[in-house]
Nanobody, 120 residues
Framework: QVRLVESGGGLVQAGGSLRLSCVAS????????MGWHRQAPGKQREVVAV???????VYADSVKGRATISRDNAKNTVYLQMNSLKPEDTAVYYC??????????????WGQGTHVTVSS
């Protein structure tokens, strides 16, 4: 059984910063790509940032220059540092990871989400 648990969300004023964390636990052989997605009220879930197992990163245009995704493989953890937050960043942020949990077997897993609210 593999679990992803996010933390670090909350209420922040526009212009502020947050650091989200996501820890993977359970039967983990290897962590492949890990990422952060978000879903604002009334909108579809969208990709925010992705980091590969080798450390390559990709960002949504809406957060480029304001977000940094990183990972600590020793801790099975992925982070999302968000700066210069805007009210439009308000959403539930979900962690996602492709995890090898058995020999030659990988699956996608999602966390339960953490709420981020940016006040103007």
């Amino acid at each position: 059984q593999v679990r992803l648990v996010e933390s670090g969300g909350g209420l922040v004023q526009a212009g502020g910063s947050l650091r989200l964390s996501c820890v993977a636990s359970g039967s983990i052989f290897k962590l492949n790509d890990m990422g952060w997605h978000r879903q604002a009220p009334g909108k579809q879930r969208e990709v925010v940032a992705v980091i590969t197992s080798s450390g390559s990163t990709v960002y949504a245009d809406s957060v480029k220059g304001r977000a940094t995704i990183s990972r600590d493989n020793a801790k099975n953890t992925v982070y999302l540092q968000m700066n210069s937050l805007k009210p439009e960043d308000t959403a539930v942020y979900y962690c996602n990871a492709n995890i090898v949990w058995a020999i030659q077997t990988a699956s996608d897993y999602w966390g339960q989400g953490t709420h981020v609210t940016v006040s103007s």
